[in-house]
């Protein structure tokens, strides 16, 4: 959530940047008005509790108290009710402020670039050269079907679309996978984190997924709990209302979990194979920090993930994100995007990277001291997957796949999986 405070002081930064992400910025008039309104309101109740004071001050100063007593009695009282009165609007007021300021996006950092919509991103960089072919790749789920490792008609039998089975070296390979990220992210400094699938409402309002992304989610009403769209939720809510100690920052934290989305926004998009699934993998990467610091530990995590896309060899591109494909929490976005073969070859999105600055925060009420005598300020928080799972191998199978039909694992993923080959007969083996 924004900090009224910024609205107050730089009104037109938080309008430049709405315009920015192409939505109306009549929302800092509303709520400009509102605070004004507010403080209005809070200059009123002051003013009869001063005037209360003063009446009882009087009484004190009284040669016969218990006379003024009686005779002022009637004031005070109908002060009181006024008091009651004026203490109410307040609370209103800032219900109300608060209500709009929950579906306001954060505000955009200085260095992202303007621009319409994804083919306004930036390439920073790319890493590794897409692989020349001799013969004709065939995509991820047809290599997954006639090797028997993944099954995508039985899972629709159980569960319907967008849902997978992965058998034998598939599931193999992707456990693989998770171990392989999580024991990086211990190389880098990341406590790992076994976290709840199911988050609480608040859980869920105070790192910025609802209510505008009520509808993308999986949950039960009845109870009011959320399946985690990602382990982001529960890592930054990790702290939630807290005060940390400066010496504690930069937390890092990271998570390998199971992530449920609706993906009502896609409908028609990626229907085959493992791109977008209702339920899938990830090992997620979340940093608390200091402000100062906000900038260039993106910097770091980022590199955090682009260091897995390299261990495997999997040729991939850093992409800045431009002012209308910033997501509503993020300040500034870094997308990583693996190159696949399927399809005439092309870059997919495999990391997403963002700082979110004290936009999180603010709602998680996550707070920190430099001293003891300080006071407390908020952290900021960052995120990105390191790196989905699902998305990662699909793109082992597609870069590494053979003539035969088997393929070839990176030789980073050998020590994790036990075998360096899976055969055209879907066999795990180590060659």
């Known amino acids: 959530m924004l900090d009224i405070a910024l609205l107050r002081r730089d009104p037109e930064r938080v309008r430049e940047s709405a315009r920015r992400r192409g939505q109306d910025s009549a929302f800092v008039d509303r709520v400009l008005e509102l605070d004004e309104t507010r403080r209005r309101a809070l200059t009123a109740l002051e003013a009869l509790k001063a005037e209360k004071n003063a009446l009882t001050a009087s009484i004190a100063r009284a040669a016969d108290r218990g006379a003024a007593a009686r005779e002022l009695r009637p004031q005070i009282a109908a002060l009181d009710a006024r008091i009651e009165e004026a203490a109410s609007a307040p609370p209103v007021i800032d219900a109300q402020i608060a209500a709009i300021l929950g579906d306001v996006p954060n505000v955009l950092d200085p260095s992202v670039p303007p621009g319409a919509g994804s083919d306004d991103n930036v390439v920073l960089r790319s890493w590794g050269e897409p692989r020349a072919f001799d013969f004709v790749p065939k995509p991820h789920w047809e290599l997954g079907e006639t090797l028997g490792i993944i099954d995508f008609e039985r899972a629709a039998k159980l569960s319907g679309s967008r849902f997978s089975i992965l058998k034998g070296a598939g599931v193999r390979l992707q456990r693989a996978i998770a171990g392989f990220f999580l024991d990086r992210a211990a190389h880098n400094g990341y406590t790992e984190l076994g976290v709840p699938y199911l988050v609480s409402r608040t859980t869920m309002w105070s790192t910025g ?161 430099r001293d003891a005598k300080a006071k407390p300020e908020f952290v900021h928080t960052l995120n990105g997957s390191g790196l989905a799972v699902g998305r990662t191998l699909l793109a082992v199978l597609e870069n590494y796949q053979r003539a035969d039909g088997g393929i070839d694992l990176p030789a980073a993923l050998v020590p994790f999986a036990g075998f360096d080959v899976i055969a055209a007969d879907g066999s795990a083996v180590r060659s």
């Not at 998570?255 to 997620?284: M, N, P, W, Y």
């Not at 992409?319 to 092309?346: H, I, Q, R, Y």
């Open 209 to 369: 997924q609802l209510s505008k992304f009520a509808d993308a989610m999986f949950s039960d009403p009845s109870v009011e709990m959320f399946m985690i769209p990602t382990a982001e939720v529960p890592l930054t809510a990790y702290h939630k209302d807290e005060i940390l100690t400066a010496a504690l920052l930069p937390l890092q934290y990271c998570s390998h979990t199971a992530c449920f989305r609706k993906e009502a926004g896609a409908a028609g998009k990626d229907t085959r194979g493992l791109i977008r699934q209702h339920q899938f993998e990830k090992v997620e990467l979340v940093w608390l920090t200091p402000a100062e610091r906000s900038l260039d530990d993106l910097d770091r995590l980022t590199a955090h993930a682009e260091g897995l896309l390299q261990e495997l060899g999997l040729p991939y591109r850093t992409m800045l994100l431009c002012s209308a494909d910033v997501g509503f929490n993020s300040a500034k976005t870094f997308d990583l995007e693996v190159w696949l073969p399927s399809d005439g070859g092309g870059y997919r999105e495999i990391s997403s990277c963002s700082s979110c600055t004290d936009f999180q925060a603010r709602r998680s009420n996550i707070r920190f001291r």
